[in-house]
T-cell receptor
Framework: EPEVTQTPSHQVTQMGQEVILRCVPI?????FYWYRQILGQKVEFLVS????????KSEIFDDQFSVERPDGSNFTLKIRSTKLEDSAMYFC?????????????FGPGTRLTVL | QKEVEQDPGPLSVPEGAIVSLNCTYS??????FMWYRQYSRKGPELLMY????GNKEDGRFTAQVDKSSKYISLFIRDSQPSDSATYLC???????????FGGGTRLMVKP
């Protein structure tokens, strides 16, 4: 089964620094999503991306966040100036070819620690 | 009122028991309902995906949706210690829309 991959698995950064989290969604799909999960809390939606444009975003996804597709297969989530409260697991998700686009398959996540 | 509510547990059952996990929700616009399993510090794993009201069965798992009551359930038959995890319900207004998650129920299946 094709899988979503994410790098790095763990990122430690200082408050105020920029971080870039990378995702390779399941191939040949135009949809992908970013979610985050603060330790002990629920999974929260950040942004969805369809056909090279943001299609939905949450209140969390403010001007400090941006999402890009730098090439044909990779997607990135950038946090410009990290805050302590950005410490969380960040997951990207995408549908699988041949299945409903509503079925979102998650990657293993990147654990972001802001010191 | 939270949009999606789940009892956080933990729910502890003996191996072989039938497990019932539930979510309630407040937004009647939700049409797509999912159950995910999440092991500690791992990504959510999609178990069941259903549209509108009704039942869906896949192996030991059965998902039920009652839109009139805004209530969804996941049943696990013949539970195994490997089923010990946190179970998350999630829902969406339309296919491809953002998912709104419950807080998860922690399940422990004891050998």
């Amino acid at each position: 089964e094709p899988e979503v991959t994410q790098t790095p698995s763990h990122q430690v950064t200082q408050m105020g620094q920029e971080v870039i989290l990378r995702c390779v969604p399941i191939s040949n799909h135009l949809y992908f999503y970013w979610y985050r999960q603060i330790l002990g809390q629920k999974v929260e939606f950040l942004v969805s991306f369809y056909n090279n444009e943001i299609s939905e975003k949450s209140e969390i996804f403010d001007d400090q966040f941006s999402v890009e597709r730098p090439d044909g297969s990779n997607f990135t989530l950038k946090i410009r100036s990290t805050k302590l409260e950005d410490s969380a697991m960040y997951f990207c998700a995408s549908p699988r070819p041949g299945l409903s686009r509503g079925e979102q398959f998650f990657g293993p996540g990147t654990r972001l620690t802001v010191l | 009122q939270k949009e999606v509510e789940q009892d956080p547990g933990p729910l502890s059952v003996p191996e072989g028991a039938i497990v019932s996990l539930n979510c309630t929700y407040s937004n009647s616009a939700f049409q797509y309902f999912m159950w995910y399993r999440q092991y500690s510090r791992k990504g959510p794993e999609l178990l069941m995906y259903t549209y509108s009201s009704g039942n869906k069965e896949d192996g030991r798992f059965t998902a039920q949706v009652d839109k009139s009551s805004k209530y969804i359930s996941l049943f696990i038959r013949d539970s195994q210690p490997s089923d010990s995890a946190t179970y998350l319900c999630a829902m969406a207004r339309n296919a491809g829309n953002m998912l709104t998650f419950g807080g998860g129920t922690r399940l422990m299946v004891k050998p």
